[in-house]
């Protein structure tokens, strides 16, 4: 049992169901009787007391989509070290791993296909096969999502966000963070800003985007639209900090919360009023933090320096306007300076908690996986069916009309690889794009295969996500600076990445 837990079975490991043949060779078993409203995972074990190399891969072909993970079941000494069951100090079976499958659905006769085919070494096993049922399956949204909050909670229902990450929330500064992730990528970073907030916009919501994953620390960042759009003081301001804290607490009571001191962005000169509000707010609100240590309060004094550049030099300084990109916005070079004062006193308060983790279902050396950015309104856009005409199986984003925003943060899991194998990796937005295409707004109908190979389908190349930022002072928006992650890929092996 501490091999295989509820598994370690005599009965049931001794024996084995096989196919043999060439590579690709395979069997099936069409299992019956599941509920189409719930999610199932499932678990198989297979051996054989072999000293050649024999791997299996067990295919799930579901009303979801298809699961795939391989097993190596035979080789020599691939059973050391804990032994075979007649005591012996060797052996040449799979005596310890099992390939687990997740969030499986049924089709709507409760039906799902297994496949057990021949990987390497002419043979396949499947002993053993669990079957779990889990949780009701979340309703897909009908038409498109257009609310930021929305988007995340029904993305966070699809493909759960694991707890203890640090959350960054808060207004345009955090949405715009295009290189959150990889100025803490020792971290296991939540994004969640949505342009424009205010305090009075994130507490009522923390229920929602917030607490639900356990971080292990929060950095939050409001304030700015609080005075210059939502004309508060600066007590207000502090006031609402405090509620945002106790609306945590209740839930979190320990969880350290840091709060990212109030920009001075050219914008708050603008008005004799909010500067003197702005500096109210973070003196109060630094005060709190520091003087009540047990609190677990912790104050980001990321403004002192913008702070001295503008009044020792002014608000035409060329060095103090280098940090933004327009008279709200940070710069690359204003991030920069953010994570110059935050991972050192994130670093002191939560260590760095991203680890590596192997994914048995990564692409393999010469595998191919193709995603189809764009949205699937038909007007603007279309998703690319699979497998298409050359075989191909593609991905696509969540249901997105043209013109709607892609948020940082909005996540898509289980990518599958150009076979339709579940590859296990996930892609998150690191940066928010603007999506449109087809004739009217310049997508590419009718591309050629001469040119284009497999990436020549008409619906992959008929719309797009886009980007116009350029890090340069108003010469365009740098609202949706453009980018992503992509998470479950192997660190041994190097990826050519094809764009159109």
């Known amino acids: 049992t501490a091999r295989l837990g509820e598994f370690a079975v005599a009965t049931a490991t001794q024996d084995y169901l096989f196919v043999a043949g060439a590579t690709g060779t395979n069997g099936t078993v069409k299992v019956s009787g599941l509920n189409p409203a719930r999610l199932y995972s499932m678990r198989f074990f297979g051996t054989r007391n072999e000293a050649q190399i024999r791997r299996s891969t067990y295919t799930i072909t579901a009303a979801n989509g298809t699961y ?13 070290g804990l032994g075979g069951d007649d005591g012996s100090a060797t052996y040449n079976g799979n005596n310890r791993s099992t390939v687990a499958l997740g969030g499986i659905q049924a089709n709507s006769t409760g039906e799902v296909t297994l496949q057990l085919a021949v990987t390497d070494g002419g043979f396949a096993y499947l002993g053993i096969m669990e079957i779990v049922e889990g949780p009701t399956v979340p309703e897909l949204p009908p038409v498109a999502i257009t609310n930021d909050i929305d988007r995340w909670t029904a993305q966070d229902a699809l493909d759960p966000v694991a707890p203890g990450g640090v959350l960054f929330v808060g207004s345009s500064s ?3 963070w295009e290189t959150l992730t990889r100025d803490f990528a020792d971290y296991r970073v939540v994004q969640r800003g949505f342009g424009g907030s205010q305090f009075s916009d994130l507490n009522p919501i923390v229920h929602r985007i917030v607490t639900p994953y356990q971080p292990s620390a929060i950095v939050v960042f409001e304030g700015t639209n609080d005075i210059r759009g939502g004309g508060k003081t600066g007590e207000q301001v502090f006031a609402d900090f405090q509620t945002f804290v106790s ?7 320990t969880v350290p919360i840091c709060y990212i001191g109030i920009t001075a962005v050219p914008s708050f000169f603008n008005n004799p009023d909010h500067d003197p509000r702005r500096r109210t707010a973070n003196s109060l609100i630094k005060a709190h933090c520091e003087n009540n240590p047990s609190l677990n309060l912790h104050f980001l004094n990321t403004n002192e320096l913008l702070d001295t550049l503008h ?26 300076h953010f994570v110059s004062v935050i991972r050192p006193a994130l670093q ?12 048995p279902n990564a692409l393999a050396s010469g595998e191919k996986l193709f995603f189809d950015f764009g949205p699937s309104d038909v007007t603007n856009g279309d998703p690319t069916t699979s497998p298409d005409t050359n075989g191909n199986h593609w991905n696509n984003w969540h249901f997105t009309n043209g013109g709607n925003t892609i948020n940082s943060g909005e996540h898509l899991r289980n990518l599958v690889r150009s076979t339709g194998t579940n ?13 449109n295409g087809k004739a009217a707004l310049g997508g590419l109908l009718a591309p050629n295969p001469a040119l284009l190979g497999d990436l020549a389908v008409e619906t992959a190349t008929q719309d797009f996500f886009y980007s116009t930022a350029n890090d340069i002072w108003d010469a365009t928006s740098d609202d949706v600076p453009g980018g992503f992650m992509l998470e479950g890929l192997d660190p041994a092996l190097t990826y050519e990445f094809k764009f159109l």
């Open 247 to 253: 609306t945590v607490r209740a839930q979190q009571p």
């Open 348 to 359: 002191a308060i939560v260590a760095p908690n991203k680890t590596y983790v192997a994914n």
């Open 68 to 80: 795939a993970g391989m097993l190596q079941t035979s080789g020599t000494g691939v059973g050391n």
């Open 311 to 336: 009044d020792t030099n002014g608000i035409d300084d060329p060095t103090y306007r280098s940090y933004f990109v327009d008279d709200t916005h940070l710069s690359r070079k204003g991030y920069q």
């Open 174 to 176: 955090i949405r715009r």
């Open 423 to 435: 590859t296990g990796v996930r892609m998150t937005m690191t940066g928010g794009f603007l999506c």
